[in-house]
């Protein structure tokens, strides 16, 4: 595939990458890992990324630059203002706007606590889509993409088609790309006013569904172009048993709609550096990786055997992950000759469970109850197979970790898990793992009964297998390239004419300020100040 749609370097395009969570800053999942590097892969393409996400508390807010200037946001019938601090995605120049205003995001979580949701979240998230919008134009800094991600920011393709309309982002075209479906953005219909938007919006083609308001569907409704994070789950929620209920929207955008996996960052992740782990390991030398293996037993209290085979699972303990058919299928497993280590926090019902067994069971199981990266980490490196039976997943991060740390993922064929590991062909000794496809703990133990053989049986296929999977690039050079193809694609539907790099070239008539070479935003020095300032209005 060329890098552009017509074959050129989309040198000074403007992308504005709007996220509610952005790692290393505030992270509850896999979209905070996409924030945090997408936009770093898309600067060494030559775009212009920016991100703007919330000034939540536990970010080092003294560590930010503060703009001057109130930022005024249309939320109701009133105007709500925040201050905007400026920082930048760690080892990169990619700046991060942070909308700051106390009332809305310095709490003690992101969206609520573990129970319930925030009553406000509209209003919050309201703030951050306009208020994202509102910063370009102050800025005087007009993105050709504005890309959206999830409910919470599912306002910003609706504002751009909308308020937006013959205004100064009338140019943008929008992607909206969704991490989870089944995180929608459901409220009461009367709540509609907070966004600022008229009645005639409350309609079941833009923001009613079935007697509620939907964020999501209104994004579907008014995106330019739609996507998700793999090619299989882009399918799968196209079908009533994946599409929580949009599945006939998401049909009728089908046209639009794509799939793009995740990248790994492999500073974060790559098992020749990791600071995590006891022992250094490469696809050329697998000596450390029996180090890990032997050290992580030892943390985990297991006996330390080389000859046995370790698998691991880190996730959140929900049905999404099919933590039901493993708890289902456990008593079957351990009595395979074959150790287990869980690491994952959630349903209180699932943790006792695995609490118990692991208490029973200890010289074969053991059950790590918390979140603990390090543990992550070295689970990667030391286990030999790693289990994701999970019942939908939009893309997955754990088995691509796994691939590149050598440790075959046992997964259940679904979403991002099917696009990524090659299912083992036992006739030719290739693959980087094993996949099942129904979702029972009959499916589950057998095809670990497989894994467990042909750990046995065939050693040397696990060693090839092994090797092939280390292979795999699943680097965020790659997906920023798709989409990089993709924001080539929006601009041409927005603008009914395909992007030119702007150097050298005058606007076209009716179409917002010309792009600029890419630059970081100007940062100055205010007399009389120890903090560094720059301004919000250009
Ligand atoms: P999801 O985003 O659905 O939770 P992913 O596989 O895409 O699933 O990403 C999960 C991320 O969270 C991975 O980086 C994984 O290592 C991490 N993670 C999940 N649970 C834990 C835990 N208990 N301790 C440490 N890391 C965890």
């Known amino acids: 595939m060329s890098d552009t749609l017509d ?40 775009i212009d990324a920016r991100v703007v996400m919330p000034l939540y508390r ?3 807010w003294d560590a930010l630059d503060v703009l001057d200037g109130a930022l005024s946001v249309p939320i109701g019938g009133g105007i709500s203002r925040g201050r905007v601090r400026l920082g930048h995605l760690p080892r990169s120049d990619a700046p991060v706007y942070f909308l700051e205003h106390h009332h809305y995001y310095d709490r003690e979580y992101l969206y609520g606590s573990p129970t319930d949701a925030y009553p406000d979240n509209l209003e919050r998230f309201t703030f951050l889509s306009r208020g994202a919008l509102q910063l370009c134009k102050a800025l005087g ?67 009613e569904h079935f007697g509620t308001l939907n964020l999501t569907k209104a994004a579907l409704a008014h995106a330019t172009l739609v996507t998700t994070v793999s090619p299989t789950y882009a399918r799968e929620i196209q079908t009533p048993a994946y599409g929580y209920g949009l599945d006939g929207v998401l049909r009728s955008r089908a046209g639009d709609l794509f799939g ?74 351990l009595d395979l000759d074959l150790q287990l280590i869980l690491l994952g926090t959630g349903d209180p019902e699932a943790e006792s469970f695995f609490a118990q067994v692991s208490d029973e069971q200890g010289d074969r199981f053991r059950a790590w109850l918390e979140f603990n990266n390090g543990r992550a980490h070295r689970i990667e490196a030391g286990c030999d197979f790693f289990l994701m039976p999970s019942r939908f997943e939009p893309c997955g991060l754990n088995q691509l970790y796994s691939l590149a740390y050598g440790t075959l993922p046992i997964v259940r064929a679904t979403g991002g898990l099917a696009d990524t590991v ?28 497989w894994a467990v053989s042909t750990w046995y049986d065939r050693p040397q296929h696990v060693e090839s297998m092994r090797r092939e999977a280390m292979a795999e690039d699943f680097s965020w050079q790659h997906a920023a390239a798709e989409y990089e193809r993709l ?48 301004r919000l209005r250009a």
């Open 487 to 534: 924001y080539l694609l929006a601009y041409e539907r927005r603008r009914k004419h395909p992007f030119a790099p702007t150097r050298g070239l005058s606007s076209t008539p009716g179409v917002p300020a010309p792009s600029r070479p890419v630059r970081p935003p100007a940062r100055q020095r205010t007399a009389g100040s120890a903090r560094k300032r720059g």
């Open 422 to 449: 090659r299912g083992y062909d036992e006739a030719r000794g290739r693959g980087t793992g094993f996949s099942f496809h129904d979702l029972t703990p009959g499916a589950l133990f057998d095809t670990v009964g």
């Open 260 to 333: 793009i996996v995740n990248g790994i960052d492999r500073e974060e992740w790559n098992p020749a550096t990791d600071p995590h782990l006891p022992a250094r390991f490469a696809a050329s030398d697998l000596d450390g990786k029996a180090v890990c293996k032997a050290e992580l037993q030892k943390e985990a209290g297991l006996p330390v055997r080389e000859d046995v085979p370790l698998f691991g699972l880190v996730a959140r303990l929900v049905p999404q992950k099919g933590i039901d058919v493993l708890a289902h299928a456990l008593d079957r497993l």
């Open 7 to 46: 074959g050129r370097p989309a040198a000074g395009l403007k992308v504005l990458f709007v996220a509610s969570e952005c790692a290393p800053f505030a992270k509850t999942g896999g979209l905070a890992d996409v924030a945090g590097s997408l936009p770093k892969s898309l600067r060494l393409r030559g």
């Open 141 to 207: 800094w007009h993105p050709d993409i504005v890309h959206a991600n999830d409910w919470q920011t599912a306002l910003v393709p609706v504002y751009v088609d909308t308020v937006e309309w013959a205004q100064a982002l009338h140019g943008a075209a929008t992607l909206y790309t969704i991490h989870n479906l089944a995180y929608q953005g459901v409220t009461d219909r009367g709540a509609l006013f907070l966004t600022g938007l008229g009645p005639e919006h409350d309609n079941s083609g833009e923001f």
């Open 58 to 60: 536990g970010i080092a």
